[in-house]
Structures are given as C-alpha cells and as structure tokens.
C-alpha cells in the first residue's frame, strides 16, 4: 500500500495556531457547520494549524463551504511535532476552533412577549402588552458531557 502525504505548496498560507509544550495533553472543541461540534483531544508538543485543504485552490471561484468541493473547504490539521512531523489529522469543513484552555462565556438573551387582544362583538378592538428583556450569561462547555 503506498504512503500519501500532503503538502502544501506554500507553508507561509496555512496559520499555525500553536504548538504545545507541555507534557499534557490539549483539548480543542472543533465547530462545524451543521452544529455537530466535538472535542479532540490532542497529543503534547503537537501543532495546529487552519487553512484551506488546498491552499492554492483559496480565493473566489465559488462557495467555499459547499460539500462538493472538498479543495476550497477549510481544514483544521494536527501534526505529530513541529514542521517535520507526520499528519495525524484532517477534519474537513471545520468553521473553527477553540482551546478547552480558552474560557468562553456564551450571552444568552431571554425575550418575553405578552400579547392581550380583546373585542367587545361590536367591533371595538382592544390591543395591549409588553415586552421583557433579560441578558444572562452560561458556559459554553456546559453542554459537554465529558
């Protein structure tokens, strides 16, 4: 079976998002598009980097986030260790990325609409109601049940 390898033809087109240097583990959340995000779980001194799949097909021929072209999509890809490292791996079509180390606080708006109509029979039509706002904040992560 013959080995693939990915290169790409310009290194300065991808952004390295870092590379760990702890013994430990990192935990990044990946976003993809149809909601389905999850976590990874990354090995230590392992680089992250996002860019398209292909950088030379980037630019504004189309749609980038269509399925059916896998060229133009973006790509979120970990390497075993530095610029020399092998792949480990590919996810397609991610909208982003977080790492779990990176809090984020989600701000949740919570609108209630009170609408009362009334009408006599004798075409006298009365309308009247309100409108509460209220601002709160959650943890993003808490959804995650690992």
């Known amino acids: 079976m013959a080995e693939e390898r990915v290169i790409a033809e310009n290194p300065e087109d991808e952004v390295v998002l870092g590379e760990s240097v702890s013994e430990d583990a990192r935990r990044i959340r990946v976003y993809m598009p149809n909601g389905e995000d999850f976590v990874i779980e990354v090995p230590a001194k392992a680089k992250v980097t996002f860019s398209y799949f292909n950088p030379a097909a980037s630019g504004d021929q189309g749609d980038r986030y269509s399925p059916h072209n896998v060229t133009k999509q973006t790509a979120l890809r970990i390497y075993e260790h530095g610029d020399k490292g092998n792949q480990l791996a590919c996810f397609i079509g991610a909208c982003g990325f977080r790492d779990m180390a990176v809090k984020k606080t989600k701000l949740v708006q919570k ?10 029979g004798e075409g006298n039509e009365e ?20």
Not at 127 to 146: N, V
């Open 111 to 120: 609108v209630i609409v009170e609408r009362r109509y009334s009408d006599d």
């Open 127 to 146: 309308w009247d109601g309100k409108r509460q706002r209220e601002l709160t904040t959650g943890d993003e992560d808490a959804d995650i049940p690992f």
